[in-house]
């Protein structure tokens, strides 16, 4: 998914399911957040690529490939899926025709509705988190919770 945060820079969120070998456990997970200045079908391809690269994985890994069904991301020809394909024919191409468009608008109005300063504190959340065990301690000193390792 393409986004723009609110220093108005361009962002691709790549968000993977996977599954454990071991077991029968299926995760979904925020795999990669890349600033983009290509916004195109040809910048955003090369930065899913990157992404992958980068963690050391193989883009031969990737089977299934859904986003929204712009002409940029699903287009017959120079489209992010085209682009894909053409180096890996046996990726799965799905259409979120709507879901991905109206969870990001329920998102969006949920974010409205909030205080801003609870606002704010969910938007810059990742900040604390720089220095983990410091942003771990303000976050479980501030709020109940509990995490096994």
């Given at each position: 998914m393409e986004t723009t945060d609110v220093s108005a820079e361009n962002?691709?969120?790549?968000?993977?399911?996977?599954?454990?070998?071991?077991?029968?456990?299926?995760?979904?997970?925020?795999?990669?957040?890349?600033?983009?200045?290509?916004?195109?079908?040809?910048?955003?391809?090369?930065?899913?690529?990157?992404?992958?690269?980068?963690?050391?994985?193989?883009?031969?890994?990737?089977?299934?490939?859904?986003?929204?069904?712009?002409?940029?991301?699903?287009?017959?020809?120079?489209?992010?899926?085209?682009?894909?394909?053409?180096?890996?024919?046996?990726?799965?191409?799905v259409r979120c025709t709507c879901s991905c468009h109206m969870k990001h608008l329920c998102a969006s109005y949920a974010c409205l509705k909030l205080s801003t300063s609870l606002e704010d504190m969910l938007k810059n959340i990742d900040v604390h988190f720089s220095v983990p065990v410091k942003g771990f301690i303000i976050v479980k000193k501030n709020f109940k919770i509990s995490v096994k390792f």
């Open positions: 962002q691709l969120g790549v968000v993977v399911i996977y599954c454990n070998s071991n077991s029968v456990d299926v995760y979904t997970q925020i795999f990669n957040l890349v600033p983009i200045e290509d916004c195109t079908a040809k910048g955003i391809c090369a930065a899913i690529k990157n992404s992958f690269h980068d963690k050391g994985i193989s883009m031969n890994n990737l089977i299934w490939y859904s986003s929204d069904t712009t002409n940029a991301m699903f287009g017959c020809k120079d489209s992010v899926v085209a682009l894909l394909k053409e180096d890996h024919p046996s990726v799965i191409a």
